[in-house]
């Protein structure tokens, strides 16, 4: 599975932005996708998560403010980012959790988009 991230760039406080996670190859196998964020110097935070089976779940932090959505049919999850905050500065990347069948073990894995910079300004 590979992963195209895009849509960063830059925001006023109070603005909005939509990310978009592109998959690609054995989609069927993904389980679910995730939006992480990082600062430099501070760990990788998760943001948003949504499941094959449509469940959703965010930090508390965004909560509100950011909704993840799917398009199946595009093999496409996006971001978006409503009431942006200079807090929310960051480099963003998407995650896809995979399962698949393997001598009928099922084998685990991540694979990881590049990241997109959001910035927002004060």
């Known amino acids: 599975v590979q992963l195209q991230a895009s849509g960063g760039g830059l925001v006023q406080t109070g603005g909005s932005l939509r990310l978009s996670c592109a998959a690609s190859?054995?989609?069927?196998?993904?389980?679910?996708i995730e939006w992480y964020r990082q600062v430099p110097g501070k760990q990788r935070e998760l943001v948003a998560k949504?499941?094959?089976?449509?469940?959703?779940d965010y930090a508390d932090s965004v909560k509100g403010r950011f909704t993840i959505s799917r398009d199946n049919a595009k093999d496409t999850v996006y971001l978006q980012m409503n009431g942006l905050k200079p807090e929310d500065t960051a480099v963003y990347y998407c995650?896809?959790?995979?399962?698949?069948?393997?001598?009928?073990?099922?084998?685990?894995?991540?694979?990881w988009g590049q990241g997109t910079l959001v910035t927002v300004s004060s």
């Open positions: 949504v499941t094959s089976g449509g469940s959703t």
């Open positions: 995650a896809a959790d995979i399962l698949e069948i393997s001598d009928s073990a099922y084998v685990a894995s991540r694979s």
């Open positions: 190859g054995s989609t069927s196998s993904i389980n679910a």
